[in-house]
């Protein structure tokens, strides 16, 4: 989520589910931030500032007043918030198309931690384009590869020659029959290769050893890679809108 966590002093008002719950919508004002609010696609409740009582299983909250309305990006937009960004979750089964060969010289290899600070390296400069600040390697380690949950044997690593030229980090979901993918990067100058296909392909073949059924990862329109990942064989599961007071 874009927007920041509320804290004691915020002031909320929010739009719960209708209906099946499918959709939904928030909105939050702080004395010191900008008003923002997230919205699920489709139908709605309106926004109100009646409040109830507490909402069960959630201590320190309270019902919003809520009422059937409009679709959620009309109500928002007459309440003067424009589009942050659209964080989507997309899915690819596993029994997809078989891994495509490779450009000559590439190789795809399993996740060596002697190459940890290249992969850091490799990340942050795929992400520059679209994140304000770089993370330090402590930082992006204490996200990625430090973590319990990392799988170095399902993360993948491709080459060329001897060179680092692209990454597929996974984690490990407990409980569940997919596999995550928390991070895929390829070298800028090394793209459009069949590269990012193939490591995402490898690393899938490895959740498949692992019994499970789909990848999954998350990306947000800032990455402007949407587009890619539906050429990778992957679809939007669902989307989460960020909104802005204007």
């Not at 010191?32 to 696609?41: E, F, H, I, K, L």
């Not at 009646?50 to 309305?69: E, F, I, K, L, N």
């Not at 989507?88 to 078989?98: E, T, Y």
């Amino acid at each position: 989520m874009l927007s920041a966590t509320p804290s004691s002093s915020t002031r909320r008002t929010a739009i719960w589910p209708a209906g099946s719950g499918s959709t939904w919508a928030s909105a939050r004002r702080s004395p010191s931030t900008r008003r923002t609010a997230s919205a699920g696609s489709g139908r709605c409740c309106s926004i109100g500032s009646r409040r109830g009582p507490a909402r069960p299983g959630v201590p320190g909250s309270r019902r919003p007043w809520t009422t059937r309305t409009r679709p959620a990006p009309t109500l928002l937009r007459s309440r003067g918030y424009e589009v942050l960004a659209t964080n989507w979750l997309l899915v690819r089964s596993i029994d997809g198309p078989a891994a495509r060969e490779l450009a000559a010289g590439i190789r795809l290899g399993a996740y060596d931690p002697a190459r940890a600070h290249e992969v850091h390296e490799l990340v942050e400069d795929a992400f520059s384009t679209f994140r304000s600040r770089r993370k330090s390697f402590e930082e992006w380690g204490q996200l990625t590869v430090e973590r319990p949950s990392f799988l170095p044997a399902v993360s993948t690593l491709a080459y060329a020659g001897d060179e680092l030229v692209g990454a597929v980090l996974a984690l490990d979901l407990p409980d569940s029959r997919e596999g995550y993918v928390e991070q895929l990067a390829v070298r800028a100058d090394q793209r459009n290769k069949g590269i990012a296909r193939a490591m995402l392909d490898q690393t899938c073949a490895e959740f498949a050893r692992l019994g499970r059924d789909s990848c999954i990862l998350w990306t947000h329109s800032g990455t402007g890679a949407l587009a890619m990942y539906e050429h990778l064989g992957m679809h939007v599961r669902r989307s989460t809108t960020v909104w802005r007071h204007a």
